[in-house]
């Protein structure tokens, strides 16, 4: 069974750190030393377009430093810069199957809204549900 794991994203980024190429999208990383860990990459909502709406495009900590609190911290650090850019509401999807990640965006106050798709970017189907989180613009 193949999989996404952050050492496959990093593979494509020819070993290198390269946030994708879009002025509107943020990606922060959580290093340990020289060693990428984590990575979360965040911006407007996609589909469909919503100015109110942000998303988390992706994120994905290294097996080594699951349950460290980085995941939280990539999370929660993401939606601080999406209220700071007036987003009101945040949306991501997630793997239908990986109970894990949903489990840990459920604890974090994520609900399911419903929608379901089959992402087939990676050459074979990968079915995968959407969650959404509310929350107000940031202070300050």
Same mark, same amino acid.
């Given at each position: 069974?193949?999989?996404?794991?952050?050492?496959?994203?990093?593979?494509?980024?020819?070993?290198?750190?390269? &946030?994708? $190429?879009? =002025?509107?999208?943020?990606?922060? #990383? +959580?290093?340990?030393?020289? *060693?990428?860990?984590?990575?979360?990459?965040?911006?407007?909502?996609?589909?469909?377009?919503? &100015?109110? $709406?942000? =998303?988390?495009?992706?994120?994905? #900590? +290294?097996?080594?430093?699951? *349950?460290?609190?980085?995941?939280?911290?990539?999370?929660?650090?993401?939606?601080?810069?999406?209220?700071?850019?007036?987003?009101?509401?945040?949306?991501?999807?997630?793997?239908?199957?990986?109970?894990?990640?949903?489990?840990?965006?459920?604890?974090?106050?994520?609900?399911?809204?419903?929608?379901?798709?089959?992402?087939?970017?990676?050459?074979?189907?990968?079915?995968?549900?959407?969650?959404?989180?509310?929350?107000?613009?940031?202070?300050?």
């Amino acid at each position: 069974m193949q999989s996404i794991t952050l050492e496959g994203r990093i593979k494509r980024w020819d070993g290198a750190f390269t &946030p994708p $190429a879009s =002025e509107t999208t943020e990606t922060t #990383v +959580a290093v340990d030393g020289d *060693r990428i860990v984590g990575v979360c990459s965040f911006g407007p909502r996609r589909e469909p377009p919503d &100015p109110s $709406a942000g =998303e988390v495009y992706s994120l994905h #900590v +290294a097996p080594g430093s699951i *349950r460290a609190g980085l995941g939280r911290m990539l999370l929660d650090d993401a939606l601080v810069r999406l209220a700071a850019r007036g987003f009101t509401s945040a949306f991501l999807w997630v793997l239908r199957d990986n109970a894990n990640a949903r489990g840990f965006y459920e604890a974090r106050g994520w609900s399911l809204t419903g929608e379901e798709r089959a992402d087939d970017r990676s050459g074979f189907p990968i079915a995968e549900v959407r969650y959404a989180i509310q929350q107000g613009p940031a202070d300050g």
